[in-house]
Nanobody, 123 residues
Framework: QVQLVESGGGLVQAGGSLRLSCAASGRTYTTWTMGWFRQTPGKEREFVAAAKSSTAYADSVKGRFTIFRDNAKNTVYLQMNSLKPEGTAVYYC???????????????????WGQGTQVTVSS
């Protein structure tokens, strides 16, 4: 069982930055791939980034977002720079196990989810 709690969302102007945090429970935290997704009303949840010993990003955020983990704190972060209005969404943290693939971009393959945190980017 893994419990995830996100924090750090808020309102920011276009071009600004935010850092999201996701604190995870569980003693086997390092075995899980941690992912960030985002969702807007009426749309499917969209992959943003994933991290285990490697990292992966959606093309839309490459070069602007950075995912990183502090395994000593069981926490994964998403540093978001150069934010755009289309980045407005509820951001979710997720945890999954993928074996040799190490990560997945489909939200259906992640076993555990946080409650989400709202990010609003004003133009």
């Amino acid at each position: 069982q893994v419990q995830l709690v996100e924090s750090g969302g808020g309102l920011v102007q276009a071009g600004g930055s935010l850092r999201l945090s996701c604190a995870a429970s569980g003693r086997t935290y390092t075995t899980w791939t941690m992912g960030w997704f985002r969702q807007t009303p009426g749309k499917e949840r969209e992959f943003v980034a994933a991290a285990k010993s490697s990292t992966a990003y959606a093309d839309s955020v490459k070069g602007r977002f950075t995912i990183f983990r502090d395994n000593a704190k069981n926490t994964v972060y998403l540093q978001m720079n150069s934010l755009k209005p289309e980045g407005t969404a509820v951001y979710y943290c997720a945890a999954g196990l993928f074996g040799s693939r190490w990560y997945a971009s489909s939200p259906r393959e992640y076993a555990y989810w946080g409650q989400g945190t709202q990010v609003t980017v004003s133009s």
